[in-house]
């Protein structure tokens, strides 16, 4: 198992590399001089790489940042996601958001109160699978939308060098490297953007049934039966011996 400060640090470093390995590749296209790969040493270079590595975390961490703001400060993201839910819901009055509709952000708040709230009352081996399985697709979500925001800004690196370069001469064996850098680029961003996606459907189903497994009882009863068995054995191994 990665520690938490690694897995962060992966997490956020992945976009910001995608993004400086593509920058990269659009400067080699038309800025070989430029690229300083014959000037540096091995041990030169090895230190770039690291430094390159830190900065991708950063540039990452932003990207991050970006993705959040763009899907749930500046839009009513959280205002679709909570409809979508709230229609799968078959008790819709237990979620606790009537009366903040007009306040996406409060609703969401408030749903999210009410699956915290929900998984604290179910068993352990339960709220364990849940929340895993949630944490899972919530960060395989949020990991995607960050690298879409990478993926874009790599694009429109690319398309800016190329269109820089058409400006001052005709078509070129350059122009077609990046072409292709470009036609990628499109095909990874489209890919990337269809597993979010589906990633954020399955995230909204998966949170909707269980919360009509929740306001059924389906879970509690199990526990129930399991803790009260758990309590006679318990009962039994600590009776004093004849």
Avoid at 181 to 187: A, D, E, Q, T
Avoid at 218 to 225: E, L, P, V
């Amino acid at each position: 198992m990665l520690n938490f400060e690694t897995k962060y640090l992966i997490r956020w470093g992945i976009p910001g590399w995608v993004f400086i390995v593509f920058s990269y590749i659009s400067i080699l296209i038309y800025e070989r001089e430029n690229a300083f790969i014959k000037d540096f040493t091995v041990t030169q270079l090895l230190g770039i790489l690291i430094s390159l590595g830190f900065v991708g975390v950063v540039i990452g961490y932003l990207m991050h940042q970006i993705y959040f703001s763009i899907k749930w400060i500046y839009s009513k993201q959280s205002s679709k996601i909570l409809k979508q839910i709230t229609d799968l819901v078959t008790d819709k009055t237990k979620l606790g958001t009537e009366g903040l509709e007009f306040d996406h952000h409060k609703a969401y708040f408030m749903m999210e109160f009410q699956w915290q709230k929900q998984l604290v009352l179910t068993g352990k081996d339960n709220r364990e699978y849940i929340a895993d399985r949630y944490r899972y697709l919530l960060t395989t979500v949020h990991a995607l939308g960050a690298l879409i925001v990478s993926l874009s800004a790599s694009t429109l690196v690319t398309i800016i060098f190329l269109l820089s370069h058409l400006s001052k001469s005709s078509w070129g064996g350059d122009d077609f490297s990046a072409l292709g850098i470009l036609f990628l680029l499109v095909f990874l961003l489209i890919s990337v953007f269809k597993l979010f996606q589906y990633y954020s459907e399955n995230l909204i189903y998966f949170q909707a049934n269980f919360f009509n497994s929740f306001f059924a009882g389906d879970f509690k009863k199990k526990d129930s039966c399991r803790e009260r068995i758990e309590i006679v054995s318990a009962s039994s191994s600590n009776a004093p011996k004849q």
